[in-house]
Nanobody, 115 residues
Framework: QVQLVESGGGLVRAGGSLRLSCAAS????????MAWYRQAPGKQRELVAT???????NYADSVKGRFTISRVNARNPVYLQMNSLKPEDTGVYYC?????????WGKGTLVTVSS
């Protein structure tokens, strides 16, 4: 079992920055890939960024050049540095971990970007 807890959300003006954190606990050595997703009001959840246990990263086109996913060690914790935030970045941000063929989700942290 793996558990995820996100933190770092809040209210920020457009152009500002936030850093989200995701702390994993439990059987973290089984984690393969970790990711950040977000869900805007009235929209489906979408992938924001991924990072594998080897450090390979991938980003949604909408956040490339503005967001950076990183980790302290192989799996834990994982950060999402968000710069040049836009109102359309508003939503609940969820941490995700893939381990042993399963998906694990945190409860999410709300990011609100005002114009």
């Amino acid at each position: 079992q793996v558990q995820l807890v996100e933190s770092g959300g809040g209210l920020v003006r457009a152009g500002g920055s936030l850093r989200l954190s995701c702390a994993a606990s439990g059987n973290i050595f089984t984690i393969n890939t970790m990711a950040w997703y977000r869900q805007a009001p009235g929209k489906q959840r979408e992938l924001v960024a991924t990072i594998t246990s080897s450090g390979s990263t991938n980003y949604a086109d909408s956040v490339k050049g503005r967001f950076t996913i990183s980790r302290v060690n192989a799996r834990n914790p994982v950060y999402l540095q968000m710069n040049s935030l836009k109102p359309e970045d508003t939503g609940v941000y969820y941490c995700n971990a893939v381990y042993l063929g399963k998906d694990c989700w945190g409860k999410g942290t709300l990011v609100t970007v005002s114009s």
